[in-house]
């Protein structure tokens, strides 16, 4: 039926038959593909900025191959760093020159002794200050709230006083306490009863304010822990000798060299133009 209305040049148009005499029109050629392609092609899209945030800037500062290291570029190539020394960890800044962690035994029991120092640092160091500087500032912490004072008074058979109130607590009741419960959390931690994940960073119940719930928020978290704590290992080193050199506490020699600093520093102390106190 096609061929036959082809040859006759039949079509409709609004319901009349209308005849068109003549040969048939041959079917017009195909366009070429080219010009159907150059018609039809859309424009190209616009190809998106790639957006960066400020925690994943902030965390290829801390981790990876481009981290900061313990040098300037121009004074240490990052060529030069052990190729155990990954960026992996937190406060890897590629600085190991006896080679301590090239095992990653070794890698993982020296992480864990720094952290575990590094925590019980901060608590020291927060200890040694805090009542020393209520003492000084009008607080009632005991006749002298220096840190190793209120050792002595332990050692002298006397009891502590905070705020105003005795703290019946001799030497012997503060070294059990710290025995049990010290070296028992600590033996808990050893042993993983608590079947924690990670023994280092065990998150939940130790983390009640869920600062570390998102995990990149954790990991600069973890950066700012450690730096934090090799800075509370060197002041705690510095109160020791400060302590043994001045006889005097962290907070009273700070205030000393701020009421007078060309009169009370490092220079004038190792000159011994400055009177010691009596210590131990």
């Known amino acids: ?18 005849k068109v005499s003549g040969t048939p029109r041959a079917a017009p050629a195909p366009f070429s593909s080219k010009i159907v392609a150059l018609f039809s092609k859309k424009p190209a899209a616009k190809s998106k900025a790639v957006t960066v945030s400020p925690i994943t800037e902030e965390l290829a500062k801390w981790y990876g191959p481009d981290r900061r290291i313990y040098l300037p570029e121009g004074l240490l190539d990052k060529s030069e760093i052990p190729e155990y020394l990954t960026g992996e960890v937190p406060g890897d800044y590629g600085y190991d ?3 301590l962690s090239k095992k990653p035994a070794d890698f993982a029991k020296y992480q864990a002794y720094e952290l575990i120092h590094a925590r019980w640092a901060m608590l020291g160091a927060a200890g040694f200050i805090i009542p020393e500087a209520f003492n000084k500032y009008g607080a009632n912490c005991g006749p002298e709230a220096v840190w190793f004072k209120t050792g ?6 006397n009891t502590l006083n905070y705020f105003g109130n005795n703290i019946p607590i001799n030497l012997v009741a503060a ?3 710290e ?8 033996y808990y931690r050893i042993i993983n009863s608590l ?18 719930s998102d995990p990149d928020q954790a990991a600069l978290l973890k950066v700012k822990e450690i730096k934090n704590g090799r800075l509370a290992m060197f002041a705690m080193l510095g109160f020791f000798i400060q302590a043994y050199v001045t006889g005097k506490g962290p907070v009273d020699n700070l205030a000393s060299h701020l009421g007078d600093p060309f009169g009370n520093n490092l ?3 190792i000159s011994g133009s400055v009177e010691r106190a009596p210590t131990l």
């Open 1 to 18: 039926m096609a061929a036959v209305a082809a040859s006759l040049g039949v079509s409709e148009m609004l319901g009349s038959r209308v």
């Open 97 to 99: 020159p006896f080679g």
């Open 152 to 157: 002595a008074l332990l050692l002298d058979g």
């Open 175 to 177: 070294v059990i306490a």
């Open 179 to 186: 025995v049990v419960l010290v070296g028992g959390a600590e």
């Open 195 to 212: 079947d924690l994940e990670d023994k280092l960073y065990p998150g939940g119940p130790f983390d009640p304010l869920g600062l570390a």
């Open 267 to 269: 220079l004038t102390v």
